[in-house]
């Protein structure tokens, strides 16, 4: 790609915000290393001995790492909770909200998707399409669905869906539909399939998830404040989750809006013009992501080789790296997303999350890339890897345990003394090593909770303070209970990963089918088997240790009941009746979230997805118009398929079959004209068509 010449535009409003990083992050540094080493001292103390060196240096180790990686969130957590409680922030993006915005400023509103749920996906554009248009400045953004959808069924609806969506919107022109032929680099390769086609039409661009909902006020103040500081590549909008209606998606949606302004103001406080990118729901200056965001293939085969799976926080690292600037508006609060409804739809993206994140660790010694995005690769990767931290630190404490219990304690060592070594009582030190690591833990979204019942307007959101501290208290108590199950699966996926397991990428389920208790013996019968095994070994060696691991051994042994109470739509309506985990805006909500839960109704057509491709005249001729296939009107290139797609029916076709069907306009074309205007009425009545077709031709055929 053409190389651009770094920006050269001062900002005065942010001033020199690159010295005072340097001192916020090797402040952040000292206050980790602070708590980290006298808890390591007393760690040491505490642990049994002195036998079994290497075992007890191995505990030890790993203890260190995780209480920096607890130490690094709950500085994060204060220093964010000072800036909220005082308002006073001079190193955030802001411009002028009655700034005019120039012609030039075109916007363009991206939504990838790969086998959504095409109703769901159209009524959060539409919501954000509706809301944008109320600003009067909506001429500016154009709408693209990009689509990597493989699903026959699914990628008709789709476009149905589209075509509905345009016509009754008026937005002939403006809300643009493609699916691309070869599914390359996935949501990345999408993107930067659009960038090649129309990115030089636009000065920015807007990137969506499937999930995810603007408010059309919340675009316009991105697109000011880009416009504001030429020096910023990229804007990251903090989505708030909507529309949760499981007892799972209502505790995430309750905390994080309980913590989350408060850890992404912390988050602010540390990184600057330095943050990262999530994804979804953040505006970029189009010219400097193409020139300097083109992700590479790493060498090697998946899972570790091939295609970068969580580009977001690469393609950060790439922009500040071509010289712009990345920033964080925790202030802005018209960004909204929802949230997997059960724990397998959670646990099935953190499995490609994960791949994603350990992706990271090859790029930390790439050239060019600033300090603080290899510390976020590294971040990034432990919010994996410490799962199989948590899970080794608990196992070799239950092995050390077990090998103290079963030796005891040896008065005289091998090698000779006068005096017996005594054994000394550790329990004070226990006690507060232990009290320690849970005001880390806990002190955070304690905070949290003060700030929320400390205004007004937003103890009311909540239900008033009552309902904040009883919601808190519920929500510890599941996350207690579901941390272990996560630890187990979260330890599988780094492991299948370093093994050589690749992740088949699939489309994320956001409806209310919750998880039935099969599927939950499925998926979490080895984790319930392990927590009786472990606990009853624990009880044998210590029964003080087996009362110190309780708390997981029950979440494990509790893992299926978990997984399907926590997933159920009628158990989240029944915690929503009681105003249990109620927030800000869910009594009310905003114009877009009210606007995204009314799916648009598709008109009905001769069958669905694939038939309809086939039988329906109106989304048969809509789908041909889509498929970019200049020689398939000449060519048949599938006919031993096309004849027995006639000869046998819709049902005798796999969805490979049918895929390829839909690609050939030729087949679709000879197989339309079979079903309205051929001599075999009952063959083409398996398609959806009148029994007697020659007499019910419709208008459009």
Request: glycine fraction near 8%; charged fraction near 20%.
């Given at each position: 790609?053409?190389?651009?010449?770094?920006?050269?535009?001062?900002?005065?409003?942010?001033?020199?915000?690159?010295?005072?990083?340097?001192?916020?992050?090797?402040l952040?540094?000292?206050?980790?290393?602070a708590?980290?080493f006298?808890?390591a001292?007393?760690?040491?103390?505490?642990?049994?001995?002195?036998?079994?060196?290497?075992?007890?240096?191995?505990?030890?180790?790993?203890?260190?790492?995780?209480?920096?990686?607890?130490?690094?969130?709950?500085?994060?957590?204060?220093?964010?909770?000072?800036?909220?409680?005082?308002?006073?922030?001079?190193?955030?993006?802001?411009?002028?909200?009655?700034q005019?915005?120039p012609?030039e400023?075109?916007?363009?509103?991206?939504?990838?998707?790969?086998?959504?749920?095409?109703?769901?996906?159209?009524?959060?554009?539409?919501?954000?399409?509706?809301?944008?248009?109320?600003?009067?400045?909506?001429?500016?953004?154009?709408?693209?669905v990009?689509?990597?959808?493989?699903?026959?069924?699914?990628?008709?609806?789709?476009?149905?869906?589209?075509?509905?969506?345009?016509?009754?919107?008026?937005?002939?022109?403006?809300?643009?539909?493609?699916?691309?032929?070869?599914?390359?680099?996935?949501?990345?390769?999408?993107?930067?399939?659009?960038?090649?086609?129309?990115?030089?039409?636009?000065?920015?661009?807007v990137?969506?998830?499937?999930?995810?909902?603007?408010?059309?006020?919340?675009?316009?103040?991105?697109?000011?404040?880009?416009?504001?500081?030429?020096?910023?590549?990229?804007?990251?909008?903090?989505?708030?989750?909507?529309?949760?209606?499981?007892?799972?998606?209502?505790?995430?949606?309750?905390?994080?809006?309980?913590?989350?302004?408060?850890?992404?103001?912390?988050?602010?406080?540390?990184?600057?013009?330095?943050?990262?990118?999530?994804?979804h729901?953040?505006?970029?200056?189009?010219?400097?992501?193409?020139?300097?965001?083109?992700?590479?293939?790493?060498?090697?085969?998946?899972?570790?080789?091939?295609?970068?799976?969580?580009?977001?926080?690469?393609?950060?690292?790439?922009?500040?790296?071509?010289?712009?600037?990345?920033?964080?508006?925790?202030?802005?609060?018209?960004?909204?997303?929802?949230?997997?409804?059960?724990?397998?739809?959670?646990?099935?993206?953190?499995?490609?999350?994960?791949?994603?994140?350990?992706?990271?660790?090859?790029?930390?010694?790439?050239?060019?890339?600033?300090?603080?995005?290899?510390?976020?690769?590294?971040?990034?990767?432990?919010?994996?890897?410490?799962?199989?931290?948590?899970?080794?630190?608990?196992?070799?404490?239950?092995?050390?345990?077990?090998?103290?219990?079963f030796?005891?304690?040896?008065?005289?060592?091998?090698?000779?003394?006068?005096?017996?070594?005594?054994?000394?009582?550790?329990?004070?030190?226990?006690?507060?090593?232990?009290?320690?690591?849970?005001?880390?833990?806990?002190?955070?979204?304690?905070?949290?909770?003060?700030?929320?019942?400390?205004?007004?307007?937003?103890?009311?959101?909540?239900?008033?303070?009552?309902?904040?501290?009883?919601?808190?208290?519920?929500?510890?108590?599941?996350?207690?209970?579901?941390?272990?199950?996560?630890?187990?699966?979260?330890?599988?996926?780094?492991?299948?990963?370093?093994?050589?397991?690749?992740?088949?990428?699939?489309?994320?389920?956001?409806?209310?089918?919750?998880?039935?208790?099969?599927?939950?013996?499925?998926?979490?019968?080895?984790?319930?088997?392990?927590?009786?095994?472990?606990?009853?070994?624990?009880?044998?060696?210590?029964?003080?240790?087996f009362?110190?691991?309780?708390?997981v051994?029950?979440?494990?042994?509790?893992?299926?009941?978990?997984?399907?109470?926590?997933?159920?739509?009628?158990?989240?309506?029944?915690?929503q009746?009681?105003?249990?985990?109620?927030v800000?805006?869910?009594?009310?909500?905003?114009?877009?979230?009210?606007?995204?839960?009314?799916n648009?109704?598709?008109?009905?057509?001769?069958?669905?997805?694939?038939?309809?491709?086939?039988?329906?005249?109106?989304?048969?001729?809509?789908?041909?118009?889509?498929?970019?296939?200049?020689?398939?009107?000449?060519?048949?290139?599938?006919?031993?398929?096309?004849?027995?797609?006639w000869?046998?029916?819709?049902?005798?076709?796999?969805?490979?079959?049918?895929?390829l069907?839909?690609?050939?306009?030729?087949?679709?074309?000879?197989?339309?004209?079979?079903i309205?205007?051929?001599?075999?009425?009952?063959?083409?009545?398996?398609?959806?068509?009148?029994?007697?077709?020659?007499?019910?031709?419709?208008?459009?055929?």
């Amino acid at each position: 790609m053409k190389r651009m010449p770094k920006p050269v535009v001062t900002d005065a409003t942010l001033g020199n915000w690159r010295r005072t990083a340097r001192w916020r992050r090797l402040l952040l540094a000292v206050l980790v290393a602070a708590p980290t080493f006298p808890a390591a001292y007393v760690m040491a103390r505490v642990l049994p001995g002195p036998q079994e060196f290497f075992l007890r240096l191995s505990l030890l180790a790993i203890f260190m790492i995780l209480f920096a990686w607890i130490a690094m969130g709950f500085w994060t957590a204060i220093f964010g909770f000072i800036a909220l409680l005082t308002g006073r922030d001079r190193f955030l993006v802001r411009a002028d909200p009655a700034q005019p915005l120039p012609r030039e400023a075109r916007t363009a509103l991206l939504m990838p998707v790969c086998n959504e749920d095409p109703q769901r996906v159209f009524a959060r554009l539409r919501a954000t399409w509706l809301s944008l248009q109320a600003t009067g400045l909506g001429e500016q953004f154009a709408f693209f669905v990009l689509s990597d959808t493989r699903e026959p069924d699914v990628l008709v609806e789709e476009e149905r869906a589209w075509a509905q969506t345009v016509r009754e919107l008026g937005a002939e022109g403006r809300i643009h539909y493609r699916r691309r032929r070869v599914n390359l680099k996935r949501k990345s390769g999408n993107v930067a399939d659009f960038c090649r086609r129309w990115g030089r039409d636009f000065r920015y661009m807007v990137v969506l998830d499937a999930d995810s909902l603007m408010d059309g006020d919340t675009l316009i103040q991105l697109v000011r404040r880009m416009e504001a500081h030429p020096r910023v590549g990229i804007i990251q909008a903090i989505p708030l989750i909507v529309n949760a209606t499981t007892p799972l998606a209502r505790m995430q949606q309750f905390v994080q809006r309980l913590c989350g302004p408060m850890f992404t103001a912390g988050l602010n406080f540390w990184m600057l013009g330095h943050a990262t990118y999530w994804g979804h729901n953040a505006i970029i200056r189009v010219a400097p992501f193409m020139a300097f965001c083109g992700l590479p293939r790493l060498p090697g085969p998946p899972p570790l080789g091939g295609d970068i799976l969580s580009h977001d926080f690469v393609e950060a690292a790439c922009m500040v790296r071509g010289g712009w600037e990345v920033w964080v508006a925790y202030d802005l609060q018209g960004s909204y997303e929802e949230t997997p409804p059960t724990l397998l739809d959670e646990l099935q993206r953190d499995r490609r999350w994960c791949q994603g994140n350990l992706q990271h660790l090859r790029l930390l010694r790439a050239g060019g890339f600033h300090g603080l995005h290899r510390a976020m690769f590294f971040h990034g990767a432990m919010g994996y890897v410490s799962a199989l931290f948590w899970f080794a630190f608990l196992f070799l404490g239950t092995v050390l345990t077990a090998v103290a219990a079963f030796t005891g304690h040896q008065y005289f060592t091998p090698g000779g003394g006068l005096f017996p070594v005594w054994p000394v009582a550790r329990t004070p030190e226990a006690i507060t090593l232990m009290i320690a690591t849970l005001v880390m833990l806990l002190l955070p979204k304690t905070l949290g909770a003060i700030l929320a019942v400390s205004r007004a307007p937003t103890r009311q959101g909540f239900g008033g303070a009552r309902r904040v501290f009883v919601g808190l208290l519920a929500e510890l108590a599941g996350s207690v209970l579901m941390a272990p199950i996560r630890m187990i699966f979260h330890t599988r996926f780094v492991l299948y990963t370093l093994f050589g397991q690749s992740v088949r990428w699939a489309g994320q389920n956001r409806g209310d089918e919750g998880t039935s208790w099969g599927m939950a013996l499925r998926h979490h019968g080895f984790g319930t088997l392990l927590g009786l095994v472990w606990g009853g070994v624990a009880w044998a060696v210590e029964p003080v240790f087996f009362l110190w691991l309780s708390p997981v051994m029950a979440g494990l042994v509790l893992s299926i009941p978990i997984s399907v109470y926590s997933g159920r739509r009628s158990l989240g309506d029944r915690l929503q009746r009681r105003g249990l985990f109620r927030v800000p805006g869910e009594i009310e909500p905003p114009a877009a979230v009210r606007a995204s839960r009314q799916n648009p109704h598709i008109e009905p057509a001769v069958g669905a997805g694939f038939i309809a491709a086939v039988a329906d005249p109106q989304t048969h001729h809509l789908h041909l118009s889509l498929l970019r296939d200049p020689h398939g009107r000449r060519r048949i290139r599938w006919p031993e398929l096309r004849d027995r797609a006639w000869a046998d029916g819709p049902d005798a076709l796999s969805a490979n079959e049918r895929r390829l069907l839909l690609g050939d306009s030729a087949s679709l074309s000879w197989l339309h004209q079979q079903i309205w205007i051929g001599d075999e009425p009952a063959r083409a009545a398996a398609w959806g068509a009148p029994s007697e077709s020659n007499e019910h031709i419709p208008a459009a055929a």
